[in-house]
T-cell receptor, first 112, second 112 residues
Framework: DAKTTQPPSMDCAEGRAANLPCNHS???????VYWYRQIHSQGPQYIIH???NNETNEMASLIITEDRKSSTLILPHATLRDTAVYYC?????????????FGAGTRLFVKA | SQTIHQWPATLVQPVGSPLSLECTVE??????LYWYRQAAGRGLQLLFY??????ISSEVPQNLSASRPQDRQFILSSKKLLLSDSGFYLC???????????FGPGTRLLVL
């Protein structure tokens, strides 16, 4: 299973876009890129996932490089409530969630 | 829509006492179910997962056990708690053979 690498922390100004990078240089063709976030003292929340194509939903956009070795999660207009730990995970397809490995993530601080 | 419940929200227990944490899911059938533990300031560790009633897989050896007496009920137990069992316990569910996990609010356990 591919390992992911994320910066330990980032700052973002409220109202600006937050761009969270993730490196997954050993990802295989049958692994999704998943993003979750965990607000303090809450359970993790699913944000978005993708395989090859860029994805967008009501929460965020996911940009995956053509070689799939890295990705960026974009929160287009960060708010104070987006302060959380963001986890980038490479997880195998069609195996259920038990191969999902949560690392340390990136702690995003959104500042007023 | 689907919802996941965990209780209690917080628990303080003496060393050597038993433990029972409960998780229930509504609005779906035959989900995969998961128990995670998160030590203070750390990432999530998968403890158990279940693909059906009575089917439990353990990821790490410990003094905890899990049971799934009903399709949408998952229980985490211990006969004798250790200090090292303190942490934030999270239950999650996913659709069978899919990877996206949806987490409950968690139970914060303090063993004294």
């Amino acid at each position: 299973d591919a390992k992911t690498t994320q910066p330990p922390s980032m700052d973002c100004a409220e109202g600006r876009a937050a761009n969270l990078p993730c490196n997954h240089s050993t990802i295989s063709g049958n692994e999704y890129v998943y993003w979750y976030r965990q607000i303090h003292s809450q359970g993790p929340q699913y944000i978005i996932h993708g395989l090859k194509n860029n994805e967008t939903n009501e929460m965020a956009s996911l940009i995956i490089t053509e070689d799939r070795k890295s990705s960026t999660l974009i929160l287009p207009h960060a708010t104070l409530r987006d302060t959380a730990v963001y986890y980038c995970i490479a997880t195998p397809i069609n195996t259920g969630g038990f191969k999902t490995i949560f690392g340390a993530g990136t702690r995003l601080f959104v500042k007023a | 829509s689907q919802t996941i419940h965990q209780w209690p929200a917080t628990l303080v227990q003496p060393v050597g006492s038993p433990l029972s944490l409960e998780c229930t899911v509504e609005g779906t059938s035959n989900p995969n179910l998961y128990w995670y533990r998160q030590a203070a300031g750390r990432g999530l560790q998968l403890l158990f997962y279940s693909v059906g009633i009575g089917q439990i897989s353990s990821e790490v050896p410990q003094n905890l056990s899990a049971s799934r007496p009903q399709d949408r009920q998952f229980i985490l137990s211990s006969k004798k708690l250790l200090l090292s069992d303190s942490g934030f316990y999270l239950c999650a569910w996913s659709v069978q053979a899919e990877e996206t996990q949806y987490f409950g609010p968690g139970t914060r356990l303090l063993v004294l």
